[in-house]
């Protein structure tokens, strides 16, 4: 596709529930990147990965949060567990080793916690 | 640890007028700054970077920056505002290594007005 493509636009689900979000970096782009926005704050890295491996992880906040990306392309971010503070506008973005450095973002996925 | 301040929650500006949206920085070695804008319900846009060369960059929308290692400082101004600038912008820092994992401020919300 021609930008960065984040399913579902929406997700709303309980407390204590399992949830995965999915992101679809540009085509060809090396590194994919998660990040968390809650409101009024701005983005908080989470994650990077270069290829199939998570190059750095320590943004996570804890072991309920895990993300992959089998075949270097779609990662899926996953959250056990689900507490109400988990709730926020979960980012991916993707770039490319020409691209000096610019991270192109998707729309996001709006995680509400009930 | 590298961070970004944006000092000012609000800038106000006439439409026509020149505007000043503040960034500071804090980072190990040399920086990559980055300016990004968003739209209420939308993606974070990519506005301008700087990586190296000349302190005054120019990006999207008639949109510049100033670098100033000195300051550590990389304002971001436009000569004439427009009403269609309203919106949420963002300063960005990495460090510039292999980790390109963006730290960012708060954001300012700039409203101009006619």
């Known amino acids: 596709g021609a930008g960065v493509s984040q399913t579902p636009s929406n997700k709303v689900t309980e407390k204590g529930k399992y949830v995965e979000l999915r992101c679809d970096p540009i085509s060809g782009h090396t590194a994919l990147y998660w990040y968390r926005q809650s409101l009024g704050q701005g983005p908080e890295f989470l994650i990077y990965?270069?290829?199939?491996?998570?190059?750095?992880d320590s943004g996570l906040p804890n072991d309920r949060f895990f993300a992959v990306r089998p075949e270097g392309s779609v990662s899926t971010l996953k959250i056990q567990r689900t507490e109400r503070g988990d709730s926020a506008v979960y980012l991916c973005?993707?770039?490319?080793?020409?691209?000096?450095?610019?991270?192109?973002f998707g729309a996001g996925t709006r995680l509400s916690v009930l | 640890a590298q961070s970004v301040a944006q000092p000012e929650d609000q800038v106000n500006v006439a439409e026509g007028n020149p505007l000043t949206v503040k960034c500071t920085y804090s980072?190990?070695?040399?920086?990559?700054l980055f300016w990004y804008v968003q739209y209420p319900n939308r993606g974070l846009q990519f506005l301008l970077k700087?990586?190296?060369?000349d302190n005054l960059v120019k990006g999207s929308y008639g949109f510049e920056a100033e670098f100033n290692k000195s300051q550590t400082s990389f304002h971001l101004k436009k000569p004439s505002a427009l009403v269609s600038d309203s919106a949420l912008y963002f300063c960005a820092v990495s460090n510039a290594g292999n980790n390109r994992k963006l730290i960012w401020g708060l954001g300012t919300s700039l409203a101009v007005n006619p």
């Open positions: 700087y990586i190296t060369g």
């Open positions: 973005a993707s770039s490319s080793i020409a691209g000096g450095g610019v991270q192109y």
């Open positions: 980072v190990s070695g040399n920086p990559y």
């Open positions: 990965f270069q290829g199939t491996g998570a190059a750095d």
